[in-house]
């Protein structure tokens, strides 16, 4: 899936403005490896580099260390089945 909007209702079933802090993170991470750290592919992965982010966001003054604390680990939703345009006339169908 390509931009934020897509990316969050593929792996969260919701809108960027309803996601949660730990969500918001893991897709952030994506940007660095985008299918190295799907956490449909390894979730492991993708929760390891959202910690990453949320210690980033400490440091740059975004959260407070008890905000980040609360933080929980994002799950991704299982149900994968919404079929997304590919091919050569996915332009035609934006």
């Known amino acids: 899936v390509y931009g934020l909007r897509a990316a969050a209702r593929h792996y969260f079933g919701r809108t960027p403005e309803n996601l949660s802090i730990g ?8 940007v660095k490896a985008p299918s190295k750290l799907a956490p449909t592919i390894n979730l492991k992965g993708a929760r390891d580099r959202a910690a990453l982010v949320v210690a980033a966001m400490v440091d740059a003054g975004f959260l407070d260390k008890a905000e980040a604390a609360t933080v929980r680990p994002a ?20």
Request: charged share 10%.
């Open 75 to 94: 799950r991704p939703i299982a149900d994968h089945t919404q079929v997304l345009p590919n091919g050569t006339y996915f332009a035609d169908w934006v």
């Open 23 to 30: 969500q918001a993170a893991m897709l952030a991470g994506l």
